[in-house]
């Protein structure tokens, strides 16, 4: 069921293969180089790129364009009051934004930062602080065949290894991501949302939840953890964030919105100290680097993340994405994520060596046959690692209809079908700083 109908529309255009041919060879076989205006389908990125409801567009009309104290800062701070149960808040440019403010704030050189996974700018503003970032994800997050509800958690005993081996001195946060983007999309019990705010407070570390896709996780709470059934999504993600000190939120994610984000906390201390530093990297710190207007749609957004039934349509399409690849045999990753399905290329291409790139070439050959981009998150992405060969298709919320999911799935299992065609890719061009090649690198057909 959708709960809604579009009132605006954006033209899109399948170029011929022809031309897909000549874009890929123009932007080196990446598609971080292509333009959006030769992509049929954008799966790149969740993140900004969905679309915004009519009372979003309504309020930017409200927007308060003051740069103290301005009245779309006081509606904010309400929402964020009201959903999530924060006293003080930041509102910074974007997620990444929000990291800077608080984690200059709360680390020093030499420090330990665990994380049941960090997002790849959390990751860099740990390492930016000089301290160290580990991810203690689920053990069952490895495993692509387990059918546990919660692949997204925090595993403890690994958390408590760290504690024996660096003292819990070295540990001044504990980081819990939600859901788990670096682990397909997987989502994070409220027991273990308990258990992470437990092992924080015995530690005396301070419990910072990175609450992106908040929404998408307490959908599953309610889907999936026994004692939920019947409570409210709303409530659900208030209980999530009672565990929590503080939280960065991009609102690209799920305060559905194009712009923004924020950092929020409980501690009016840590409030005052953040803000000096939201005043150096983000702006005075009721906007935040946001025109009034973005701060408005924020707001509004917030709150609609937890009315229903916009969550649980929202989570049912992707999983439908993954029932159309299914169907056609495509190998993806089990159970399906709340914001992006990944497939395993690996399964796709099993002729194609990890060294050149499986990820990457199925990447190349979604766009080839069907004008669909996606991004790799595999060996390419993230050089030196063991990780699968995945490829995420994120779905921007509330945007594409039945019949693109179909043209999806069509495209995934043409690729599979002309799979032997595609034989890897090797590396041309890469930029210095290998953490970043994926974005920029230009590559070749082997
Ligand atoms: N944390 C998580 C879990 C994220 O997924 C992202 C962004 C951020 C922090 C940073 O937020 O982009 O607003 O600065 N993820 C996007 C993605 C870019 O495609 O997964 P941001």
Known sequence: MRSYKAKMVEPIRLISREEREAALDEAGYNAFNLDARDVYIDLLTDSGTGTMSADQWAAMIRGDEAYAGSESFHRLADSVSDVMGFDYVIPTHQGRGAENVLYGTLLEEG????NNSHFDTTRAHVVNQGAEPIDCPSPAARDPDSTDPFKGNFDLDAGWALVEEVGEDAIPVVVLTITN??????????????AVAEF????????????????????FIKEREPGYEDVSIADIAREQFAHADAITMSGKKDALVNIGGFAAMRDETLYEHAKQRAILYEGFPTYGGLSGRDIDAMAVGLREAVTPPYVEERVEQVAELGDLLSERDVPVYLPTGGHAVYLDASEIFPHIPKDQFPGQELVCALYLEGGVRGVELGGFAFPGTDRPDLVRLALPRRTYSYEHLE????????????????????????????ELRHFSAKLEPV
């Open 111 to 114: 420090d330990v930062v665990p």
């Open 181 to 194: 983007n670096s682990v397909a999309g997987q989502p994070v019990s409220m027991e273990n949302i308990e």
């Open 200 to 219: 924080a407070t015995e530690i005396d570390a301070l419990f910072v939840i990175d609450a992106c896709r908040f929404a998408e996780n307490a959908h």
């Open 407 to 434: 043209h999806i799935a069509e495209t995934a299992a043409s690729v599979l079908d002309n799979a032997e065609e595609y034989s890897g890719l090797e590396i041309v061009e890469e930029p210095p700083m290998k």
